[in-house]
């Protein structure tokens, strides 16, 4: 009987504003945690007054890696450098990968009302830091769930779970992206693969896990719980919502410049350049 997994951390977000003036809760990427192989970053944005949010991210480039925006609630709309529009909307996701280079703006489009989603980077190998760069743009309702006994719901956003195969494909870190609802009564249980890296963020109500001392933990709102790997996951919760991420580490260095993410200086300063120059 394999055993459950246990909390090897805790951590939760950080007030930070960023774009052109957007409040958000920065969970990781943030002196607390600055990464969590694969994962550079997870940011929260929620609020229900326009002030917070309406600001949006006018253009910006990215390269070196991919970003991940999913919307529990609300409207966005993405365009970039070579035309192509995107519009996110509630349940929506984007996975998109940069790779050599994006610049694009990311916009509310909505002028009042609760504005709800996350935004997740994820790196890049050396070796496809510099491929051509790929939107997944997915619809809600192209996204399999699958349901819980007494009315929770699994979202499968990225790998699998049970039967049924997340929308979102041909990542190379193989990452599982579950939007976990979870219902009074509902147990999720989920067995995490050895190597991976992983963790829960709760951003509804509270959870309990099943630990390895066979006892029940909470977690609360807002708060991030990395997962030791190779384990059982069992949770339980009332009226809750976690998001569940786990992918391979990338294991190089990680040298960051605002939206640049490469493996050495030298590769920042030629972002930097090619960026100035127009080449993205
Ligand atoms: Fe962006």
Redesign the pocket.
Known sequence: MMSYTSILKRITGTFVQDGAGVNLSRIIGQPRLRNLDPFLLLDEFKSESSKDYIAG?PS?P?RGFE?VTYMLHGAMRHRDNQNNEGHLRTGDIQWMTAGRGIV?E?MPEQDNGLLWGFQLWVNLPSAQKMCNPRYQDIASHFIQEINLTHGGIVRIIAGQYQDKQGVIKDVSVKPEYFDVRLTEKDIFEHTIEEGRTSFLYVYLGEIELFDSHEKWEKIHTNELAVLDPGKRLKLQGEKAGVLFLSAFPIREPIVQYG?FVMNNPQEIEQAINDYREGNF
């Open positions: 991210f910006h990215h970003t694009h990311e939206p």
